[in-house]
């Protein structure tokens, strides 16, 4: 009775150890391509679950993977921190579970270089690109007054820190 109460304990740890295997294989994507190198030699990115934190580099492709993980709800982060959102909330890692990551990232914010340029990148125009602004915008016309087309657009009452600076209406891309 005792050998095969023992069996079936050992039956159990070694099913338990085998079931939690979930993995993780994730890719960075240089916003800027021009990073690529710096973002490869700099960059972790760092697995919580459970409290307990778990650090990865990036390969010279910019790809990492966490193996062996336990079901359970799981964050990753970047440091340094990108422009970009830099916290990624996986609701639940199921056994055997294999998630793909793509991460966009960013140590400079890829917008500072339009600020004094407005030259479209697709058309390479300026004659329809006009400035974008952010937060509370009110408009007034008097009485009888026909409402002119806006020479900018809105942007929205959100800003990260790294936001576009302007929008061509020909191509309808924010720069």
């Known amino acids: ?28 994507i240089a916003e800027i391509p021009e990073e690529a190198e710096l973002i490869a030699e700099n960059t972790k990115v760092i697995l919580e679950i459970n409290g307990i934190e778990k650090i990865t580099v990036l ?3 910019l790809n990492f993977s966490f193996r062996n993980l336990e079901s359970d709800s799981i964050r990753i982060r970047t440091e340094p921190h990108s422009y970009l959102r830099n916290r990624i909330i996986i609701g639940f890692l199921k056994p055997n579970d294999t998630v793909e990551l793509k991460i966009p990232y960013s140590l400079s914010c890829k917008y500072d270089k339009s600020k004094e340029n407005k030259t479209c990148p ?12 952010y937060g509370l915008i009110a408009e007034l016309t008097k009485k009888g007054e026909e409402k002119k087309e806006k020479e900018y657009k809105s942007g929205g009452c959100v800003t990260t820190g790294c936001d576009p600076n302007w929008y061509c209406k020909k191509d309808e891309i924010e720069f």
């Open 1 to 28: 009775m005792r050998e095969t109460f023992s069996i079936v304990l050992i039956f159990i740890g070694i099913s338990f150890c085998v079931a939690q295997n979930g993995v993780i294989n994730g890719k960075i």
């Open 59 to 61: 390969d010279k492709n």
């Open 122 to 133: 697709v058309c390479k125009k300026e004659d329809k690109v006009i400035p974008i602004f």
